[in-house]
DNA sequence: TTGAAAGCGCTAACAA
DNA sequence: TTGTTAGCGCTTTCAA
């Protein structure tokens, strides 16, 4: 009952092992009759034959296996890009191998030594911080590695994301045409690139439309959780700060701002218009539904997996490192509406 | 700039790169001297040995990798087992591998090949259904595998699951003792173990109210999804049969049913009570927020990957097979309520 | 307690 | 075009 192997194969053929292993791979040099080929293959297929991995592995240090990490795929922002990222590799023969880190640098140094020690042939990372030495360790190694949805502020891999400065300034006209003149930020944690573009796409925006920026427009969190979005909100309170619209830094930062909005007696769309980033499932379903900023997150997975597979596999291929942005959409809902007496 | 392997690491301690080997596994019966192993384990520290997996796993036919199968990581059930399994796995050096089969045999086939080919120790299958050729394959070739979520008819295969049953008697109760007495059950489909199971104990707990079960009181639903609910919904008013309450095969089920009523100009709690089952995130932020039967999901990936390690670790342990039921409670929210007219 | 040696299954360089 | 051979890095049996 032990598994049937490549001499099996070769005896069963009437060839030599080497031959059978040229013939199973289609080697492109070591050129195999195709008559040979035929037979061999043919008899893999009768016989059952599935390649040991370990010996491949060992003998070619090429694993097809790729590391995904993330913060948490409990956090629905995440799971799309590893379906688009799986559908990818997998059709390319690689395995996905998928690690949590809960933005724990330890945690995600352990996850990155355990999978390099498997012989991981590259890297899918969505944990990205602004500045993140371990990241630009794996750069400096030259393990191939792409980032996904979040970048460094050291540009030295390659980079998957989204359109957010576009995502922004679409949401600010949105508020601006329905007369909002007094738009305040709830900007995500400075330490990511996300929180950063956008917070610097506000403010741009703003400019665009000749309206004042002043410091205290842009609030920080400090996650992108409902909590924190919460704690923004109640210091925007405190603050006095007059304002009609709220551009939060994600959709958790959003539901946590209306949600205290409505502690406080400010309902949207009414009293105040509120818009989200990443259009979470079931935004849509809340009374009122959520404004927010779609992303492509399926498309992410499958880019970043297709730039990681090109670096693989040609990797003589030192093209200038690629920042790829995919296009976003505003979904207009019902938390979003005219400025309070228009 | 070549990797430091075993032989390096023996050579640096002055000893030979068996003994090294011994010392760095803490060989049970090969017994190292207490002086030799530290002397091995501390240059190896030194050296940053890191042991080659293809090496060892040609030598040892283990991979010290796990496969678990869901039907799709997008659906907001599955990504909490992952944790919770891959949470206990990582702890004891294995890594999970994490693969999606959207529902189709073939894929789940083509997955479950590939990762045997890896040389995978044991499956975690969140994918089975009540006639399942596939899980019943594996359990035939004795693959270490543990069901997880979805049990088959033929109880083969260790299985962790929920306590389905209570979840809908305590549903039922809740709503009998709300003053409903016409409750209608639209069920999970009936080829997965979930859809069975909530069904029949739909039908026992009205028994046990001696309130009477009629055939056309359960409603069957072609899938999980919030369209099937939507149908089954339709079918259930074209019906003309009366009702109260609804006590949905899941949460998606009961969105497409609230949905389907308010369309109707029946609304929740007011009119008809509706009681989801999975909690998922954000059904408590609807309005009205949805009943719910919360599912220890992240336990049950971590129980479920318990029980798979011990079957893989002591593989002559043939106990009798285990089928291990999480307990369940009932979120009380807003879609339920007392019935109309009391 | 440690050393020696074989071999897991495969691929690739070289020879024919 | 095919055969021969060596060896990837590790564990483990056997011998010392």
Redesign the interface.
């Known amino acids: 009952m032990t598994r049937v192997k490549l001499i099996d194969v070769a005896r069963a053929a009437g060839v030599h092992p080497g031959t059978a292993s040229r013939a199973l791979n289609s080697d492109p040099d070591g050129r195999v009759s195709a008559e040979t080929t035929r037979r061999v293959v043919e008899t893999a297929k009768r016989l059952g034959y599935?390649?040991?991995?370990?010996?491949r592995?060992?003998r070619t240090a090429r694993?097809f296996v790729i590391g995904m990490i993330v913060p948490?795929?409990?956090n629905?922002l995440f799971?799309?890009m590893?379906?688009g990222a799986?559908q990818v590799l997998?059709q390319a023969g690689y395995?996905?191998?998928?690690?949590?880190t809960d933005n724990d640098e330890a945690s995600e140094r352990a996850?990155i030594?355990?999978?390099?020690?498997?012989?991981t042939d590259g890297f899918l990372i969505a944990t990205a911080l602004w500045e993140d030495p371990l990241v630009e360790e794996l750069g400096e190694v030259g393990v191939p590695a792409v980032l996904i949805n979040r970048n460094t502020a050291v540009h030295r891999l390659p980079y998957v994301g989204c359109d957010e400065r576009t995502g922004i300034e679409v949401s600010v006209d949105h508020l601006v045409g329905l007369g909002h003149r007094e738009i305040v930020h709830l900007a995500g944690p400075q330490d990511t690139s996300t929180g950063r573009e956008r917070a610097s796409a506000f403010r741009h925006s703003l400019r665009v439309h000749e309206l004042p920026v002043d410091p205290d427009q842009v609030l920080i969190c400090s996650s992108y959780t409902e909590q924190a979005g919460v704690e923004a909100t109640t210091r925007l309170l405190a603050s006095g700060r007059p304002f009609t619209a709220i551009v939060a830094g994600n959709d958790l930062i959003a539901?946590g701002a209306l949600e205290t909005l409505a502690a406080a007696g400010r309902h949207a769309p009414d009293d105040v218009s509120v818009v989200g980033f990443n259009d979470?499932?079931?935004?849509d379903?809340?009374?009122p539904s959520l404004t927010t900023v779609a992303l492509p997150l399926r498309e992410m997975g499958a880019l970043a997996a297709r730039i990681l597979l090109a670096e693989i596999e040609d990797s003589d291929h030192f093209g200038p490192v690629a920042q790829s942005l995919l296009g976003v959409s505003l979904a207009v809902r019902g938390t979003s509406g005219p400025a309070p007496g228009r």
Do not use: C, I, M
């Not at 395995?95 to 949590?100: G, I, P, Q, R």
């Open positions: 599935v390649p040991n991995s370990f010996a592995g060992l694993s948490d795929v409990t629905p799971p799309p590893v379906r799986e997998s395995t996905l191998v998928l690690t949590d996850q030594e355990r999978l390099r020690s498997r012989g539901l979470l499932p079931l935004v379903k809340l009374t």
